[in-house]
């Protein structure tokens, strides 16, 4: 198995835990949040799926987010599969492009963020995109605890 082969596998089970734990999450706590400036569930799950586009558009452009307008501006909260569904054709983009990468391209293909004093090689990069995802899901298990709605066993 090669680094983009284990880059996906990882991508992917991030994204099965993610989606375990957003489907037991019942229906009536889509909108609880912890306080007013927090991320609601709903709008945790967007801030994830939106993220990775945006972390995607930002590989293409090595960095440059230039006038970046979100698929999801205009878009009303309404479910999970919602959520998803949008997100679907952007997670297959991005997925693709991950899979015509070749090894070389981790460590000589650079995103220089200028704007955030940024300037990481695209293997580093692409797991700081993974942890984003998975940061808020430990986050979203805290949400859950704290309600005390019972929590999705996503260690399988």
Do not use: C
């Amino acid at each position: 198995m090669n680094a983009i082969e284990i880059i996906l596998i990882n991508f992917s089970e991030i994204r099965r835990r993610s989606t375990k734990l957003w489907d037991g999450i019942p229906i009536e706590y889509m909108n609880w949040k912890p306080d007013k400036q927090a991320y609601s569930i709903i709008e945790m799950i967007r801030h994830v799926l939106e993220g990775e586009h945006l972390f995607h558009r930002i590989i293409e452009n090595r960095g440059n987010l230039g006038d970046y307008q979100s698929p999801w501006k205009d878009e009303q909260y309404i479910d999970l599969k919602n959520e998803l569904n949008i997100a679907e054709k952007f997670r297959n983009q991005f997925l693709n492009m991950v899979k015509g990468l070749n090894t070389s391209d981790l460590e000589n293909i650079r995103i220089e963020r200028r704007e955030v004093n940024q300037s990481k090689k695209l293997g580093d990069y692409l797991n700081r995109m993974a942890y984003h995802e998975s940061v808020h899901t430990g986050q979203m298990l805290s949400y859950l605890r704290t309600f005390g709605i019972k929590r999705p066993q996503i260690w399988d």
